[in-house]
């Protein structure tokens, strides 16, 4: 991460928003409930379940700090000062493997918000990378880790 912020959709700063909620309310008050069954079972010196829910309290207290200092480093990117048309972050660009003939459609965004599952790349991956600044109708070659790949931009959206 950049020193000057990191740029996040709006979509990517309420998720990482909504995940520290949870994390500072329900799972918090989760691992204080598993804490104290554990404590109420004795002995702390050989309690594998006291031991877990430190853990786990240390793992969650770590995340939660991890994502305040995201949070408050975030830059949400304003799609009216982005060029329509060009792949830039936040972008959704529908593309055509020229190789395949199959057709893939790819949201742009930071690597804070990268989720393979949902279509979501990250514009520091070769992919992503490749395909920044480019516009509709364009040819696209990108060489990743298994060779070239080739791919015409179709449509690029954005929201």
Do not use: C, F, W
């Not at 700063?13 to 994390?23: S, V």
């Not at 989760?30 to 104290?36: P, R, S, Y």
């Not at 395949?100 to 990268?114: A, D």
């Amino acid at each position: 991460m950049s020193p000057e912020g990191i740029y996040l959709t709006r979509q990517g700063y309420e998720k990482l928003r909504e995940q520290l909620e949870y994390l500072k309310t329900v799972r918090r008050r989760d691992i204080i409930e598993e804490l104290n069954r554990a404590i109420a079972q004795g002995d702390l010196s050989e309690n594998a379940e006291y031991d877990a829910a430190k853990e786990a309290q240390a793992q969650n207290e770590m995340r939660i700090a991890e994502l305040e200092k995201k949070l408050t480093r975030a830059r949400i990117i304003d799609d009216e000062k982005i060029p329509a048309g060009e792949a830039r972050i936040g972008a959704t660009v529908k593309l055509k493997d020229l190789g395949s003939g199959e057709e893939l459609q790819y949201t742009l965004v930071s690597e804070v918000e990268t989720d393979y599952s949902e279509g979501k790349i990250s514009i520091s991956s070769p992919v992503g990378k490749g395909l920044l600044g480019h516009k509709e109708n364009e040819m696209v070659e990108i060489k990743v880790p298994a060779g070239i790949l080739r791919y015409k931009i179709l449509k690029i959206s954005r929201g």
